[in-house]
């Protein structure tokens, strides 16, 4: 991802958040407000009595911490092969090695696999998160349509 991408993110996920914050004020409404726009719809759609934001939201980082979790050994393997080959034994064949042991490439492969998987389905809950249930929450709080609800296609 881009640095200008990101900032544009960035900026709509503010804007939307000041929205929010003023619908929230020129409703009068009873919900707290809050400097995380994931927290603030979270708060509002506890005030309407649904939780499909946040159980999505969780789902979405669950996800997340889960692919980390998969891609950390296959980095600490390439890092120790890598160290080793590079620091240790310039003269061992440390592509060979792994070529001899081939738990030492599938694992890995399989591993890298799993990632993208994960990294396929999280991507699919933040768009179904900013691009379905998002604008379902602020239609729900009534929120005007020109209010620029403009978070889908994440």
Not at 33 to 51: P, T, V
Not at 56 to 80: D, E
């Amino acid at each position: 991802m881009n640095v200008g991408r990101t900032l544009l993110r960035t900026m709509e996920f503010s804007q939307q958040l000041d929205l929010l914050h003023k619908h929230i004020t020129h409703s009068e409404l009873s919900v707290q407000k809050s400097d995380s726009f994931d927290k603030q719809c979270m708060l509002l759609e506890q005030y309407l009595g649904e939780n499909t934001f946040q159980t999505t939201y969780k789902k979405m980082n669950r996800v997340n911490i889960l692919s980390g979790l998969f891609a950390l050994p296959v980095l600490l393997i390439v890092a120790a092969a890598f160290i080793y080959g590079r620091y240790i034994d310039r003269d061992y064949d440390v592509f060979g090695f792994f070529m001899n042991h081939p738990v030492l490439y599938l694992v890995p492969a399989a591993l890298i696999v799993v990632t993208l998987v994960l990294a396929v389905f999280h991507s699919v809950l933040r768009r179904k998160l900013y691009g379905r249930i998002y604008p379902e929450l602020t239609r729900k709080l009534q929120m005007n349509a020109s209010s620029g609800v403009s978070l889908s296609g994440r």
